[in-house]
């Protein structure tokens, strides 16, 4: 689909209604308390609708109806085939709502519509398909065994899961988890995060419509303390999948551990390097890939290339196609397709990503921010122990080390408490091998930016990750448990068990 023009946008803006209540047992109801929060749109700073602002009583209420179809089985033992149809209805009605979906995640988020049509909703949709698709293709598996005897090696839904997303891709990271949970035969209590409620409302009130049962997907929109605690906390949840910061992720853990144990599977955040040695081919493409990992939506993004670590006999012409290539990632508007940056998600957001900058003390470019807008900024840092680059910043600000040596670039991008991502430019192959296996990171690109596609696993090492990964066949494990059946066919008397 081809892009819309800005007017056409703001049309579309204007004419849209919001979905204001929580998602629960089928339909839209206020929060039982009555509170509502305002939904803001980053880019004005305008109100775009007051939304249900749960609490803990409509937590023990959504995982009661959540309970209740897992039981009865009108999703869980559903024939593989009809859940399949299901969602692939599904995908089919986001694609038909493509662009209303697209307006509403820019509005709601800051993202740049741009981002939004050509990124973020395909691959929603995509991924929903993917997993649809998968459904009645995994098999289960039989053992070796003796001739007496059958070992059936089984699959099953592991119950309630609870889903807890981030801000900074909200359709999209809703999708990496509903798509396997809901495949695999779970129901789900999803809280969608506080900022960026709109769009996860949308996509129940569509999974409704494509014929999944009441109960089996059900959103919360409000606070951490008052839903994502609870869901952490429940002993009637299974398990609960959360992505986010390293610092709430623990907390998780920790309230598995003073309530059922649930299982628990974290995506947290990342200091991800970009090693770029001094064969590197092509510092006019490897500049490119830079770029479009350091400031992609807004940088925003928990894989986001926020270290540079430059050999030193490259760096001055590297940042010289850095500075060219960071010109066409103009800040505007988030409603104009022809914007790159848009707005930070949240004023609060906003300063923290402002405090960071404010300790720097030398741009190569960038720097500027204004009413919640962050230019595409690049910081020369003279120490691997600075925060700059230590801390995730989750703004458009790459940080650029220096280094004289292919051992030195590697020990100093392993020299963080993340492992989320890396990449490695080099002409050499030997050494693109050797180094990919000796960055301590989920998923390591060699002379390219990226995260793999939807048939990879993505997760992290270290404060990154634990328990599981998004995407591929791999995200079903964190949604099934395995079961072992062992069937005795012996007929001998003297065998047998009372």
Request: proline share 4%; with cysteine; net charge negative.
């Amino acid at each position: 689909m081809s892009l819309a023009t800005k007017d056409e946008y703001k049309a579309i803006a204007a004419d849209m209604d919001f979905p204001v209540g929580a998602f629960i047992d089928g339909g839209y109801r206020p929060a039982i308390s009555g509170k509502t929060f305002a939904s803001v749109n980053p880019a004005t700073g305008a109100e775009l609708a007051q939304v249900a602002s749960c609490g803990a009583e409509d937590v023990d209420f959504a995982v009661a109806k959540a309970r209740e179809a897992f039981d009865d089985g009108r999703w869980s033992r559903l024939h593989p085939s009809e859940r399949k149809d299901v969602l692939i209805r599904l995908a089919k009605l986001m694609t038909r709502n493509a662009r209303e979906l697209a307006v509403m995640e820019s509005l709601d988020s800051g993202k740049t519509i741009f981002d939004c049509e050509t990124v973020d909703v395909p691959e929603t949709i995509h991924c929903i398909k993917w997993h649809a698709e998968l459904i009645d293709k995994i098999y289960d598996q039989v053992s070796p065994a003796s001739d007496d005897h059958i070992a059936m090696i089984v699959r099953e839904p592991i119950g309630v899961v609870g889903l807890v997303l981030p801000w900074n891709f909200p359709l999209l990271m809703m999708a990496w988890k509903i798509a396997p949970a809901l495949a695999a035969g779970c129901s789900v209590v999803l809280k969608p995060a506080e900022e960026t409620s709109l769009t996860a409302l949308r996509l129940a009130e569509l999974a409704a419509e494509a014929g999944l049962p009441r109960g089996v997907l059900n959103v919360l929109p409000g606070g951490g303390a008052e839903v994502g605690e609870p869901i952490g906390r429940h002993m009637d949840i299974d398990m609960v999948s959360f992505t986010g910061s390293t610092v709430t992720g623990k907390r998780f853990l920790g309230y598995s551990g003073e309530s059922n144990v649930k299982e628990v599977v974290l995506e947290m955040g990342g200091k991800n390097p970009a090693i770029v040695m001094d064969d590197a081919e092509n510092l006019d493409r490897v500049a490119a890939h830079i770029v479009q990992g350091a400031f992609w939506n807004m940088g925003e993004n928990c894989s986001a290339t926020s270290r540079l670590i430059v050999h030193k006999d490259v760096k001055a012409e590297l940042l010289k196609r850095i500075a060219h290539h960071a010109k066409a990632w103009n800040v505007g508007d988030p409603l104009d397709p022809a914007t790159r940056i848009g707005a930070l998600v949240s004023r609060a957001h906003y300063d923290k990503v402002c405090g960071y900058l404010e300790q720097a003390e030398s741009f190569v470019i960038g720097g500027a921010a204004k009413d919640g807008f962050v230019e595409a900024t690049v910081i020369d840092v003279s120490s691997n122990d600075d925060a700059l680059a230590r801390e995730e910043i989750f703004g458009p600000v790459l940080s650029v080390l220096t280094v004289g040596s292919f051992d030195e670039a590697i020990e100093m991008a392993n020299d963080t408490d993340y492992g989320l991502a890396a990449s490695l430019f080099t002409a050499n192959a030997k050494r693109a091998i050797r180094g990919a296996r000796m960055l301590r990171a989920g998923t390591v690109t060699v002379n390219s930016f990226g995260e793999g596609d939807i048939t990879t696993p993505f997760g992290g090492y270290k404060q990154s990750g634990f328990g599981g990964r998004d995407n591929s066949v791999h995200a079903h494990d964190q949604y099934t448990q395995l079961k072992t059946i062992w069937i005795d066919l012996s007929d001998d008397a003297d065998e047998a068990v009372d």
